[in-house]
């Protein structure tokens, strides 16, 4: 917990923190504004190397299955990636974080719907990596970096993980009833299908 590296920049928990902290001496001293507020290509480069180590060490934390970890790390990045894009000296600057934030999503996603696997809760996690689909995508369009997303590695890898889970995951009752009718049919065995229409018929929207 805390920082990687264990060090407490300017006696704070991290440098960001730091950072959060004179952004707030600055606006008790302009009356609650932010205006004038910036962080300079030093502060930025710095905030950078710091968000490294979480990097790692969420990377490690997801092989270790410490999800709540990895959720945890990330959410905090994210939230620093944001920080600086508000108020970077420039686009560039605040671009050369948020370039990040897909990888970053990715592995969020993952943490965050392997705890709901490992419940056997494989609709929860399926919902999950949707909307971390979602989030990737949405990242690239509000900054009209459309072709991106097209070609996106971290997308493309969310979706071939959502049809690995999809395939292994255990049938509900009805699909198992679906899939028996389907066979039925093929076999033309039309008894059987009729048997199992019905108990489809009986099945109640939850089943």
Known sequence: QGRPDGKRPFGH?????????????????HEGTDEGFAL???DCAKLQMESFQYHHRYICLLQLEDYSGVV?????????????EEYADSDELAWNLQ???????????RAAASQYLQDDEYATATKEIQAG??????????????EQAAHCPEIAG????LREIDRKRPLTKREQLERDLTNAVQDEDYER????RDA????????
């Open 13 to 29: 928990a991290t440098l960001f923190d730091f950072q959060l902290a004179r952004l707030e001496q600055h606006r008790a001293k």
């Open 40 to 42: 300079s290509s030093e």
């Open 72 to 84: 945890r790390d990330t959410m905090r990045n994210l939230k620093m990636f944001d920080f600086v």
């Open 99 to 109: 370039q990040f934030r897909p990888q970053v999503l990715m592995l969020q996603t």
């Open 133 to 146: 689909i979602s989030r990737i995508r949405d990242f690239y369009e509000e900054r009209s970096r459309h």
């Open 158 to 161: 969310l979706e071939h993980w």
């Open 193 to 196: 299908a009729a048997r199992v």
């Open 200 to 207: 489809l018929r009986k099945l109640k929207p939850k089943d």
